[in-house]
Antibody, heavy 124, light 110 residues
Framework: QVQLVESGGGVVQPGRSLRLSCAAS????????IHWVRQAPGKGLEWVAV????????YYADSVKGRFTISRDNSKNTLYLQMDSLRAEDTAVYYCARGDDYYGSVRHYGMDVWGQGTTVTVSS | QTVVTQEPSFSVSPGGTVTLTCGLSSGSVSTSYYPSWYQQTPGQAPRTLIY???TRSSGVPDRFSGSILGNKAALTITGAQADDESDYYCMLYLGSGLRVFGGGTKLTVL
């Protein structure tokens, strides 16, 4: 079945770095855009970043631009989020989510499959 | 900065119909924003209900429908059930690869 599994979360000090991973299975990973979405404790969803099917295009929310880097390894069916210069306000559950099929006939610009999330806590 | 607005909370009676909306702090929501809707219960990952304004995601019952009402996107739930009690988020595509979520609506079924 279609599945996304996040890993790499943990507790990290402000200013330090962390890399999250998202392992995909059950579909042709290399055909899809993939997103990162986060949710701070008790807060709503926040879109973080998206990467195109081939990694050639990447877009970020203003809140993370210049600090976070999204990337993918299609040979490993894995998405990454490199988070640098972490701040307390980056504390959240981070979800990866599947976007459009590049080879599909219609674009929907949303997400259809979600992982279960990995928790990042930025604290001294 | 673009702000997406949603009702903070709403209540509906079991079996009733409720319409949640998704607007913009300035301007109108149209199909060009490809509005999508997500349901989330506490401690769980979001679940996709609707994308591209009115296309139901796989497995979503037809009690859930999406539309544009006036200058907002809308999610209508007919025949509300107890397990529809959740947080509902809309998301808009702003162009140039960017997306933004609304603040969410907490739906109570009572």
């Amino acid at each position: 079945q279609v599945q996304l599994v996040e890993s790499g979360g943990g507790v990290v000090q402000p200013g330090r770095s962390l890399r999250l991973s998202c392992a995909a299975s059950g579909f042709t990973f290399s055909s899809y855009t993939i997103h990162w979405v986060r949710q701070a404790p008790g807060k709503g969803l926040e879109w973080v970043a998206v990467i195109s099917y081939d990694g050639s295009n990447k877009y970020y929310a203003d809140s993370v631009k210049g600090r976070f880097t999204i990337s993918r390894d299609n040979s490993k069916n894995t998405l990454y989020l490199q988070m640098d210069s972490l701040r307390a306000e980056d504390t959240a559950v981070y979800y990866c989510a599947r976007g459009d099929d590049y080879y599909g006939s219609v674009r929907h610009y949303g997400m259809d499959v979600w992982g279960q999330g990995t928790t990042v806590t930025v604290s001294s | 900065q673009t702000v997406v607005t949603q009702e903070p909370s709403f209540s509906v009676s079991p079996g009733g119909t409720v319409t949640l909306t998704c607007g913009l702090s300035s301007g109108s929501v149209s199909t060009s924003y490809y509005p999508s809707w997500y349901q989330q219960t506490p401690g769980q990952a979001p679940r996709t209900l609707i994308y591209s304004t009115n296309t139901r995601s796989s497995g979503v019952p037809d009690r859930f429908s999406g539309s544009i009402l006036g200058n907002k996107a809308a999610l209508t739930i007919t025949g509300a059930q107890a397990d529809d009690e959740s947080d509902y988020y809309c998301m808009l595509y702003l162009g140039s690869g960017l997306r933004v979520f609304g603040g969410g609506t907490k739906l109570t079924v009572l």
